[in-house]
């Protein structure tokens, strides 16, 4: 089973920026899907982007040009950079990792973004 704790998140401003880290750790054998999902208020849970095998990036397309994932192979980490954040970036966002075909989220971390 692996275990994923989240961090960073908060309050900004408006065009702001905040950096979200999502540490895997635990039986981990084979990583290849790291992800980062997001739910605002009232809404379902939404994809904002993913990496694939620390190379292939997928973005949602209201945060391209604006959020960047990344990952760390030796940490078994991954971020989420996001710059220039909006009022509609508020939201609960979680990290979704797949080690050897089996899903897990994270805690979940708030992001507010403060017009």
């Known amino acids: 089973q692996v275990q994923l704790v989240q961090s960073g998140g908060g309050l900004v401003q408006a065009g702001g920026s905040l950096r979200l880290s999502c540490a895997a750790s635990g039986n981990i054998f084979s990583i290849v899907f790291m992800g980062w999902y997001r739910q605002a208020p009232g809404k379902q849970r939404e994809f904002v982007a993913s990496i694939i095998s620390s190379s292939t990036t997928k973005y949602t397309d209201s945060v391209k040009g604006r959020f960047t994932i990344s990952s760390d192979n030796a940490k078994n980490t991954v971020y989420l950079q996001m710059n220039s954040l909006k009022p509609e970036d508020t939201a609960v966002y979680y990290c979704?990792?797949?080690?050897?075909?089996?899903?897990?989220w994270g805690q979940g971390t708030l992001v507010t973004v403060a017009s």
């Open positions: 979704y990792v797949v080690n050897s075909g089996v899903g897990s």
